[in-house]
């Protein structure tokens, strides 16, 4: 499951998320979305801490952030 979902027909490509992304994981694409912004993508997932700071800040609520769930003792996860 990804961390981080931004939807790019949203995205104006302001750069609010790259800017307060404290572990730089987040960039504008150089690719154009279909209003002609340059929307952010997520450049390393693995290193994406799940702070939430990109999708609170985002003007255009654009970006979700999934926080992962954890297993509760004595369950087991169904995949």
């Known amino acids: 499951m990804k961390k981080v979902v931004i939807c790019e027909d949203y995205c ?3 750069e609010l ?3 307060v992304c404290p572990l730089h994981v987040l960039a504008l694409s150089s690719r ?3 209003q002609g912004y340059h929307p952010a ?3 390393d997932e693995e290193k994406c801490n799940n702070c ?3 999708a ?3 003007p255009d609520a654009a970006i979700e952030v999934y926080k992962p ?3 509760s003792a004595g369950r087991e996860k169904k995949d």
């Open 12 to 14: 104006k490509g302001c």
């Open 17 to 19: 998320c790259v800017s």
């Open 32 to 34: 154009l979305n279909a």
């Open 41 to 43: 993508e997520l450049i």
């Open 52 to 54: 939430t700071f990109c």
């Open 56 to 58: 609170r800040i985002c």
């Open 69 to 71: 769930v954890p297993v």
